[in-house]
């Protein structure tokens, strides 16, 4: 008799070095297509921090489009790809410890009987200790392509801003926000993984290969995520900037830890400061995560 596969998981059998490759393609896809929009994100969350006053970041452009025009007009189109490759060197091997993570612990929560059956507690699990241990490994190239994405016409490379990082600094530059990303990842983990099954469980109950399915639930899943954790994510890119030579406003300056970044947000902006560039965040995050869940399940296809 043969063996039915669900078709939502990996088999079985999968060889860890396909798990690894599925994953690393989905993860490159993501970030790479989307990084503009993210970097217009990073400049909106940090534009007054560079500057000194919410003043003067008030005068500047606020919309999605007058910072690319502004951008492009003063820095050049490549401006908004700065920091691109430092993202593209981590998610790789991230996203495959991330979703080879995901596959291992479902595998081992899930009995193989259950597998066709709606399972969002174990599934919100498995998609918690993907994160904890992709963010692990990602978080150092955020935090180098976060401080890329600040600097303005040309700036360092990858491995000169990386090197400055630690001279300056020291290791723990890297990690700064680490508790902070791992704070919003698990309940956008959480919420990204039960999400995208249920939904697919509900548009394709026959766990069938459908890229449309695919590509809308992923869709769904990262807008939704993306707006619950807006505040975590400007609380992050504080801490992950707070060195960088852009950054003039003390309070921003000192904001080495989650509850003094906080209150630098909320002094210099108030509370609208906690959901600062949450437009470009959804843009950005809802096809991210499509491309990523529909490469993924692209990739699984024709790997399995």
């Known amino acids: 008799m043969t ?5 939502e998981s990996l088999p079985a059998n999968a060889p860890l070095g396909q798990q690894l490759a599925a994953g690393a393609f989905a993860g490159i896809m ?9 970097a217009i994100k990073t400049r909106m969350q940090a534009i007054s921090a560079g500057l000194g006053t919410a003043g003067t970041a008030a005068r500047l452009p606020v919309t999605m489009l007058q910072q690319i025009s502004r951008i492009s007009t003063t820095e050049g189109s490549l401006a908004l790809w700065k920091g691109v490759q430092s993202v593209i060197l981590g ?6 410890v991330y979703f080879a993570t995901y596959e291992m612990c479902k595998g081992y929560l899930i ?9 969002p507690l174990k599934t919100a699990l498995s998609g918690v200790a993907a994160t904890i241990a992709a963010d692990a490994l990602m978080n150092p190239f955020d935090t180098i392509k976060q401080r890329m994405q600040l600097q303005s016409r040309g700036g360092d490379k990858m491995w000169a801003t990386a090197t400055r990082m630690y001279r300056n600094e020291g290791l723990s530059s890297f990690f700064y926000s680490y508790p902070t990303t791992i704070a919003m990842n698990i309940p956008f983990a959480a919420f990204n993984f039960v999400i995208y099954e249920s939904s697919t469980k509900l548009l394709n109950p026959v766990n069938s290969y459908n890229p449309l399915v695919h590509c809308l639930c992923g869709g769904l899943s990262g807008a939704t995520c993306a707006a619950i954790t807006m505040p975590l994510d400007c609380i992050k890119t504080v801490l992950q900037v707070r060195g960088s030579e852009s950054v003039v406003h003390p309070l921003f300056k000192q904001a080495d830890t989650f509850s003094k970044a906080a209150r630098a947000i ?24 499509a491309i990523s ?7 699984k296809h024709f790997l399995f």
């Not at 063996?3 to 078709?7: K, V």
């Not at 993501?30 to 993210?38: A, K, Q, R, W």
Request: hydrophobic share 35%; proline share 8%.
């Open 111 to 119: 009995d193989p009987q259950d597998f066709q059956t709606h399972q």
């Open 30 to 38: 993501e970030h790479s297509i989307m990084f503009p929009i993210d």
């Open 266 to 289: 909320f002094k210099v902006y108030g509370w609208s400061g906690f959901w600062r560039g949450l437009k470009p965040r959804i843009i950005s995050n809802m096809p991210a995560t």
């Open 91 to 96: 998610a790789g091997p991230a996203h495959a």
């Open 3 to 7: 063996e039915e596969i669900d078709y």
């Open 293 to 299: 869940w529909t490469a993924y399940e692209c990739a």
